[in-house]
Structures are given as structure tokens and as C-alpha cells.
């Protein structure tokens, strides 16, 4: 299972939130390209960085941090927030990011989501946001009648590199994963699954492990030291 160490952005700084709550948030740091190079230090092979400010208003606002982060680091990055048309899509990539999440838009548009995944194959990845089961959507602001698991069976056919799952009233909370809800995602469909929100300790990345996923996202519990990376991928049966 791949580990994604997490670089949240607000305003170009390195913050986390609490379920999503942008008046929650605590700021660990205002060099996000030196945090990106503490990770990969610590033995991180992939990283996931989240714009929250485009996630809220769809506008590519830190675009210089992330640009600084892909130019720092000799890794795969992904990252999500605010993607929502083919010039952004193709700016990103330009910007030598290996993948994209997109969220709110896909749930919104489906077909200019399966457009964009022909055009850009196993370059885009479907975030899927979900209380209680059900799909949130404009950076967890709006909670939708669709379920998440249905939304995901709707874009498993497509040339897309992953689903994100997220479950948000575990996100930021340092209680553990909904390993449930994540292993019920992964077995509902046919393309890799990265489970995001609750990570906090060892047992928490074996857990998922065994339950099949295919990619773990953690935050806060590296931001405060609660976990390392070095400790999760050993957990997820890497080797370092």
C-alpha cells in the first residue's frame, strides 16, 4: 500500500483542518516545499498535496507553492482542490505534477469528467468525498443525495488512475480511519482506492493494509508527531 503524506495549502502556507472546517485550522509551516522535502527525507515516494482555497472557490491560488513543491522534490505529487476545467487540468500537468484530483466537478459533470479522463488517461484521479456515506462536494461545504459508493461505480470504467476516499468525520480528527467504509469502497469496484481522514497511528496503516487498499493519506498525525512516515510505510509493507 503506497503512503501519500499530505500538504494541505491555504494562502501558501502548509495548514490542516478539522473535518474540513475552514475555521479550524492550524498552520505547521510557511515553506510548503520544505515540508514536502522533510517527507521524502523520512522515506515518503509519493506526496498529495490539496489547494483548499481552490477547493472553496475553484480558483488555482497556490499555484507558485505547489509549483515550488514539484520543483523540490524528485517524487510523484498529486494534488486536488478547485480543478474544474481542461486549461487547469493542463496547467498542472505542465507543471510536472503526475496526477490530478478532481471532486466537486466530476460529481457535478460527469461526462466532462469521462471526457477529461480520455483525453488525459490515468492521469486524473476521482476524489470522492463522503458523511456518513453520502457525497460531500465545494470543499466539504454541501452534502449531496448521492452515494459515495454509487458515484464511484459510475467512474470505474473509465482510464483513471484512483479514487480518493475520504471520509471527512474522521479527517483531521486523529480517532483512526473508518476501515469499514474504506474496505466496502474497495471491494465495490475495479480500480485502485486511496483511503484519506483518520490515519493517525501504526495499527491504523496495517489495518488498511489488510483490508486491501490500495493507497493511504496521512496529515496530521505526521504534522504533530503522532506518526512518521518512515513508521507508515513499514506498516504498508514497504521497505526502507
Known sequence: ????PAIDLLGGKCVRLQQGDYNRETVYG???AE???????EGADCLHLVDLDGAKD??????????????????PCEVGGGIRDEKTIQELLDLGLARLVIGTKALREPD?????CEKFPEKLVVGIDAKE?????????????TSA????KTFEHLPMAAIIYTDIATDGMLAGPNVQAMQAMKQAVKVPVVASGGVTSVEDV???TAAGLDGAIVGRSLYEGRLTVRQAVEAAGGVR
Do not use: C, H, Y
Open 1 to 4: 500500500m503506497q503512503i501519500w
Open 30 to 32: 510557511d515553506d510548503p
Open 35 to 41: 515540508m514536502a522535502k522533510r517527507w521524502v527525507a
Open 58 to 75: 475553484g480558483s488555482l491560488k497556490n499555484r507558485d507553492a505547489i509549483a515550488a513543491i514539484v520543483a523540490a522534490v524528485d517524487i
Open 112 to 116: 466532462w469528467f469521462a471526457a477529461m
Open 133 to 145: 456515506g453520502m457525497v460531500a462536494t465545494d470543499g466539504w461545504l454541501e452534502v449531496s443525495t
Open 149 to 152: 459508493i454509487d458515484l464511484a
Open 206 to 208: 496495517s489495518n488498511l
